[in-house]
């Protein structure tokens, strides 16, 4: 499998290796020892109950962050084999994604965001590096998962220059205005066609959103139109599946084609000359960008401003801020490993440090956790 890789694939061989040094594994590469160590880490699993768009208790069949960058991972690696590149590589940075996302989804980030405004804010995307870096607590010789340089800087998508210039060599890319390997290029695609398309199967099973409403979006409407040729009397959810796996597959195929005429354009030799191309060369075509913006701004507009889903962000904010308020005044409400750690952290940063101690705590939380601190720390009826 190894010699039909591109040649500016991303290689084992050619790693830059991980911040600190272990033997090589034996019979598997170190793509997939990274892959082996998110999936066995403690945030991977605490996926299971973070919020995709509707909050975990709200229904089994809805999509959650786990579930989610399983399928990020199932797009990813079939784009990545089409491709001759490295899955496994593709397959970690999909699973390691939103291992630093809140509870709540965005409405937990955004909450947890402003109250970092003085602190250095809060980022999901760097969060989900300070997770594998830094916050899991596995292994006896360093903390975090000690990934490859490849890994860390595919799950790290977004970065400030300011951010990126304490963050070293996996920094530089923000700084000078580099592209990634070509593996975090499809990851990074991966997600926006994931998360598009099964916000799309959710919110019609939640009722927030109508066929007749997508009917409207020029991606769903020629899927729609497809099935309805081919299938004339197809209703229910076996209509609902059946437009959405012709409009991922479509997405699939343009990003698959327009991608390999940029790859043939460009004519990289190595994953350095990738890295500083002036554009990605993992993209859609055109119509296909137009498309895929087009859903996406449906999807903004009609389902994620829905009353219910506001009602539900305003909620997880109100929550996300009173647990930083009360954790931060006192420390001693937390458990006490986070008091330690936030007390060290605050002797080496001062109070931003104890403040970035209290949202790794929030951070790391699932949805239920976060409701049933806040019921103990807020309910008068929970004396323990």
Known sequence: MRAALAPYAASDEQSRGRRFAEPAPHYRSQFQRDRDRIVHSGAFRRLEYKTQVFVNHEGDMFRTRLTHSIEVAQIGRAVARALSLQEDLTEAISLAHDLGHT?????????LNRCMKEHGGFEHNLQSLRVVDQLEE?????????????????????CSRGNAAQLGELGERFIHGWQPGLEAQIANIADAIAYNNHD??????????TVAQLREVELFATAYDEVMRQHPGLTGRRLIHEIIRRMINRQVVDLLQHSEYLLATASPRTIDEVRKHGAPLIAFSGPMEAAHRALK??????????????????????????????FFADLRLLPSDYQQR??????????????????????GMTDRFAIVEHQKLFSPSELT
């Open 103 to 111: 509870p709540f989804g965005h409405a937990g980030q955004d909450a």
């Open 138 to 158: 596995r292994y006896a010789g360093f903390d975090g998962l000690n990934l490859t340089f490849e890994t860390r800087e595919g799950i790290l998508k977004h």
């Open 200 to 209: 799309v199967d959710d919110g019609l099973r939640a009722g927030l959103i």
């Open 297 to 326: 701004q449906f999807l903004h507009e009609q389902l994620y401003r829905h009353f219910r889903v506001h009602r539900m962000s305003m909620k997880a904010q109100r929550m996300v801020y009173e647990l930083y308020e009360a």
């Open 342 to 363: 936030a007390a060290a952290l605050e002797h080496d940063l001062g109070i931003s440090g104890r403040a970035r101690a209290v949202a790794d705590y929030i951070a």
